[in-house]
């Protein structure tokens, strides 16, 4: 495989992070082999319950690192009125708002939409829930989480809730310094959604290796914590051994509070 000679970092996801084949790895319900994908079904699972929990809701919320994907949205579009997707890639971007416009050779979110709809309740809300989304994503820029200003030279006001799924872990060397650039994108007092892969050294699709950082729990919720969060929900969820695409070993769902005050 071709594997980047240092810590993947945004260039390498530029040239070699292939959208559609990620899209085709790991979002869909099961594999070639109809076995279930459980990272993303467990990913969902925990959305939906996080995306439920008090005082989760208000005006906007970002995505930071979206990459092509919107699994991340399907629970999170019911408790905002708008959402702003961000991501490094160009083609990441282009992927996103295919779908966003719904395009001819979009991916097909439905199977995905519709397991969620299901554990909210009603599976036959599916195409209402699609409508909703496309009409909530309100813009999809460029960002880099390694810079102070992670939109320059756009300037966002601050919104009430960010969610980052598999990104920083994927993307830096410097997860610390990444949260408090992104942190200044939430309010004091706005909530932080994250879904980050505990103890995984790579994750692999389309013959190409991307290295994370080996996270422990306690890491990620000391680097919260010192990106001036308050830590309010934290689960693990074990990963069972056996997968090919990856070494991960365990899934984090954590959410978070912005504190008042930024001496952090
Ligand atoms: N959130 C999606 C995609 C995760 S893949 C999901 O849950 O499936 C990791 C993403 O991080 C890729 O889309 C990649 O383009 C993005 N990324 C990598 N380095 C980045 C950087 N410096 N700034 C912003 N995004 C970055």
Excluded at 66 to 90: H, K, N, V
Excluded at 149 to 171: G, K, Q, R
Aim: charged content about 25%; aromatic content about 10%.
């Amino acid at each position: 495989m071709d594997a980047p000679a240092a810590f993947t970092d945004a260039e390498f996801y530029q040239r070699s992070f292939d959208p559609q084949e990620y899209l085709r790895e790991f979002c869909s319900l099961s594999n070639a082999q109809g076995q279930p994908n459980t990272l993303l079904t467990q990913s969902l699972r925990s959305l939906s319950k996080m995306f439920s929990l008090d005082g989760l809701s208000g005006h906007t919320l970002i995505d930071v690192g979206c990459g092509p994907t919107i699994y991340q949205l399907l629970s999170a579009c019911e408790r905002f009125q708008e959402i702003i997707s961000l991501d490094y890639t160009d083609r990441n971007r282009w992927e996103l708002e295919k779908w966003l416009k719904n395009e001819p050779g979009a991916f097909d979110w439905s199977p995905v939409v519709k397991y969620v709809c299901e554990l909210e309740g009603d599976r036959e809300k599916w195409a209402e829930k699609e409508e909703k989304l496309r009409k909530k994503v309100k813009q999809v820029l460029k960002c880099d989480v390694t810079k102070a200003n992670p939109t320059a030279p756009v300037s966002l006001p601050p919104a009430d809730c960010i969610v980052s799924t598999l990104c920083l872990e994927a993307a830096l060397a410097t997860f610390r310094s990444a949260l408090r650039n992104i942190s200044t994108l939430v309010k004091p007092g706005g909530h932080l959604v994250m879904v980050t892969v505990l103890q995984e050294t790579f994750y692999a699709f389309n013959k190409q290796v991307f290295s994370c950082l080996y996270l422990e729990r306690s890491m990620v919720e000391e680097a919260v914590e010192g990106a001036g969060f308050d830590v309010k929900l934290s689960e693990v969820q074990p990963y069972l051994p056996g997968d090919a695409r990856t070494d991960c070993r365990a899934v984090l769902n954590l959410m978070a509070r912005r504190r008042a005050s930024t001496t952090a």
